[in-house]
């Protein structure tokens, strides 16, 4: 069975909250991640399972995503997304329900660039690559398509598919 990861970076957030845990987005972060959800319906890559860190700019980004996309799916609030390396990352994608056929990672950088170039098996489309390794900015989709499951995701076990910088 063929499964997707879409992993985001949140969208622009304020610069300035009482801590870096409470910023909210800004305008621009609004629309963004509106725009990413519609771009994602659009293309047909809604999840199935959802996980958000905590931090309020993540779960604001998850917020006008799903209303973009017109989804209405709870996400899981990791708090340990917040802080999480790569390999915490991995391991929270590890552990998708095993019914889930697309899930979703919503989290920071660097952490999510480095998720996507460590999953990725090297056999990305040049565009595709290219467009990823011209940078991760806020509201940034990276697309990884997985053969097996959640459980045997690895070091290179993905490849991605499509990469996307949603502008609204």
Do not use: C
Request: glycine letters at 10%.
């Amino acid at each position: 069975m063929t499964r997707r990861l879409i992993v985001m970076r949140h969208a622009k957030a304020e610069q300035v909250a009482a801590s870096d845990h409470e910023r909210v987005l800004a305008g621009r972060g609004l629309r963004d991640a509106a725009e990413a959800g519609r771009w994602a319906a659009e293309v047909g890559y809604l999840p199935d399972h959802v996980v958000v860190s905590s931090a309020a700019r993540t779960r604001g980004t998850w917020v006008r995503f799903a209303l973009g996309a017109g989804l209405a799916l709870e996400p899981d609030v990791d708090r340990a997304l917040y802080s999480a390396g790569t390999d915490g990352a991995l391991e929270i994608a590890r552990f998708a329900p095993a019914a889930a056929r697309t899930a979703m990672l919503v989290g920071h950088n660097p952490t999510m660039e480095s998720l996507v170039h460590l999953l990725d098996d090297g056999g990305a489309d040049v565009e595709v690559f290219d467009r990823l390794a011209a940078g991760f900015p806020t509201s940034a989709i990276g697309v990884l398509e997985i053969s097996g499951d959640w459980s045997d995701l690895e070091i290179g076990s993905a490849r991605l598919t499509d990469f996307h910088v949603p502008r609204g």
